[in-house]
């Protein structure tokens, strides 16, 4: 039998988070392992397991799997969450790309100083309210459908319906006047899957705090 998939990551979000959620809506259990000190993230360089020197790292298939997105495109090929041919795949490649730019500033603003975060937080929003939101929202108008490419759940649709989840945390009236982003919220909210993965004390990281941020900082000497 082959094993559950191994996530080698700090105990946080930031960029094994998108996995998490995808493994989760693809209703894949996994296992993690965290790395807790810089000697953690030293010991798995030197076994040599880090192609790069960097995580996250997920263990699948036999392979040790580095670089977030090719991690995400293989889950998404996988369970069948990459649309059915090349042009829905670069629409999903479109619109994933799209949302990888807007969690790089969720990912990053928690380690700026604090003057300095509450400028890239100010940014974050408003590029959520005036960028990206508007940008899906209007997807789903021109279709009318249910989910963003071509009818069916995508990994498209798992990223958008995380950033709309970590973005309602930093403000909880930011869906006001998407409601099509807010309908795409609930139906990826009610797949039995993700239920379970929502649900309080269930494999969804809370938020990055101040002593999570001092941890991570240590661990990778920043
Ligand atoms: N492009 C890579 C970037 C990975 C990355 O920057 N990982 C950070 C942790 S989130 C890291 O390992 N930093 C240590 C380093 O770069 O030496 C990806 O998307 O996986």
């Not at 192609?51 to 991690?71: C, H, N, S």
């Not at 990053?108 to 990206?132: D, H, T």
């Amino acid at each position: 039998m082959v094993g559950k998939p191994l996530l080698h990551y700090f105990n946080g979000r930031g960029r094994m988070e998108s996995i998490r959620w995808l493994l989760a809506a693809a209703g894949v259990e996994f296992e993690e392992k965290f790395m807790h000190t810089n000697e953690d993230l030293e010991k798995l360089r030197s076994d040599g397991v880090l192609m790069f020197q960097q995580v996250p790292m997920v263990e699948m298939d036999g392979m040790k799997l580095v670089q977030t997105r090719a991690i995400l495109n293989y889950i998404a090929s996988k369970y069948d969450l990459y649309g059915k041919d090349m042009k829905e795949r670069a629409l999903i490649d479109m619109y994933s790309e799209g949302l990888a730019d807007l969690n790089e500033m969720f990912i990053n603003y928690p380690y700026y100083p604090s003057e300095q975060k509450e400028e890239n937080l100010a940014l974050m929003k408003e590029k959520a309210r005036n960028r990206y939101f508007p940008a899906f929202e209007k997807v789903f108008k021109s279709h009318g459908q249910e989910y963003l490419v071509g009818n069916r759940l995508s990994k498209a649709d798992i990223h958008l319906a995380e950033m709309v989840y970590n973005m309602e945390e930093l403000d909880s009236n930011i869906l006001a006047g998407f409601p099509l982003l807010q309908a795409l919220k609930t139906r990826v909210s009610d797949l039995p899957t993700m239920k379970k993965f929502l649900q309080p004390g269930s494999q969804r990281k809370p938020p990055e705090d101040e002593e999570n941020v001092l941890k991570v900082k240590k661990i990778f000497n920043f």
